[in-house]
C-alpha cells in the first residue's frame, strides 16, 4: 500500500520560510512524478508545482514563481517543496501527491495517490 506522509508544516510570519517534506512507503517515487497541491478554507484545492521523474523537469503555478523550489531525493523516496518569501494568502492545507506516469502533472486526477495534508500558516 502506497502512502505519502508530508511533514514541515506549521506556523511562519511572512517573509519567511517553510520546508515541505513528503516521505513515500510501499512505492519507489524514482519512476513517478510528484506534485504539491494546496486548500486554502472556503477554496479548491489547486496545484502548485510538480516534478518529474527524475527531478529534470519542473513546472509551477505563477503565484509561487520565484519563491517555491520542488525537488526530490529518490534514494530517500522524499519529495520537498522550500517554499520562501511566504505571503498570507500562501496559507492552506498542502497536499503531496504521486502521478500516475513518469512526467509531471497539474491535474488533480492525473495523481493516483495522496498524502493527508498538512496545515501551512502564514501570518501578516
Known amino acids: 500500500q502506497v502512502q505519502l506522509v508530508e511533514s514541515g508544516g506549521g506556523l511562519v510570519q511572512a517573509g519567511g520560510s517553510l520546508r515541505l517534506s513528503c516521505a513515500a512507503s510501499?512505492?519507489?517515487?524514482?519512476?513517478?512524478?510528484m506534485g504539491w497541491f494546496r486548500q486554502a478554507p472556503g477554496k479548491e484545492r489547486e496545484f502548485v508545482m510538480s516534478?518529474?521523474?527524475?527531478?529534470?523537469?519542473?513546472y509551477y503555478t505563477d503565484s509561487v514563481k520565484g519563491r517555491f523550489t520542488i525537488s526530490r531525493d529518490n534514494a530517500k523516496n522524499t519529495v520537498y517543496l522550500e517554499m520562501n518569501s511566504l505571503k498570507p494568502e500562501d496559507t492552506a492545507i498542502y497536499y503531496c501527491?504521486?502521478?500516475?506516469?513518469?512526467?509531471?502533472?497539474?491535474?488533480?486526477?492525473?495523481?493516483?495517490?495522496w498524502g493527508q495534508g498538512i496545515q501551512v500558516t502564514v501570518s501578516s
Open positions: 510501499g512505492r519507489a517515487i524514482g519512476g513517478y512524478g
Open positions: 516534478i518529474n521523474w527524475n527531478g529534470g523537469r519542473t
Open positions: 501527491a504521486m502521478s500516475r506516469t513518469l512526467f509531471m502533472a497539474r491535474m488533480a486526477d492525473e495523481y493516483e495517490y
